[in-house]
């Protein structure tokens, strides 16, 4: 089955691929595509992601999965959590976002954090759509670290891998990523279903 993948980040697509790997899809990335510019304006990560699929998936009829995920951190109240991605400003680079992170929690104690992520599948062919969450929790380090990995990853200490995103193989980071397990869970929804 041909699936758009709704995301013009290549890094995530990458995280997508590697785990849907098993289920014989064609993954077609956003830029071969008919591109519908989504705006990422619903009050969820489940509303933002569906939004996105369901608009990828009219527009090329044909299915269309989307994520949202962000970094939601306990002492700023969640923030930045939908806003994530311009966290800093609507053009902002993930270095801009740390650094606007760690300004955020100069001389805070608590750093506990958590990644949370929504993903939505969307059909065209009147088949109710699957949907699947994950999160795993960890905490915010007090600078950088690490060249693996995209957006808050080399400040994401994971107790899981005892390590940093940053400093963890993309094999590692699926393994307990908020993305591996929405999609580890995706699959298991999908799987005995027809998907051609």
Request: charged letters at 25%; proline letters at 4%.
């Amino acid at each position: 089955m041909k699936l758009v993948v709704a995301s013009n980040n290549v890094k995530k697509r990458r995280e997508i691929k590697v785990i849907l790997d098993g289920l014989g899809l064609d993954l077609v990335p956003a830029e071969d595509t008919l591109f519908v510019d989504v705006a990422e304006d619903a009050d969820s990560f489940a509303g933002n992601a569906r939004k996105k699929a369901e608009a990828f998936a009219r527009a090329n009829q044909c299915p269309a999965l989307a994520d949202d995920s962000g970094l939601c951190v306990n002492a700023l109240n969640g923030a930045p959590g939908i806003y994530s991605s311009r966290y800093a400003g609507e053009s902002a680079t993930d270095a801009d976002n740390n650094i606007k992170l760690l300004h955020e929690l100069k001389d805070i104690e608590d750093r506990g954090a958590y990644f949370a992520c929504a993903i939505y599948l969307s059909f065209v062919d009147g088949r109710a759509p699957v949907t699947a969450t994950g999160r795993v929790d960890g905490s915010i380090l007090e600078s950088p670290v690490g060249n693996s990995g995209f957006g808050y990853d080399p400040l994401f200490y994971c107790p899981e891998l005892g390590k940093a995103f940053a400093n963890a193989s993309p094999e590692e980071k699926a393994s307990v990523s908020h993305r591996g397990r929405a999609l580890r869970e995706l699959t298991h929804r999908l799987s005995g279903q027809h998907l051609g």
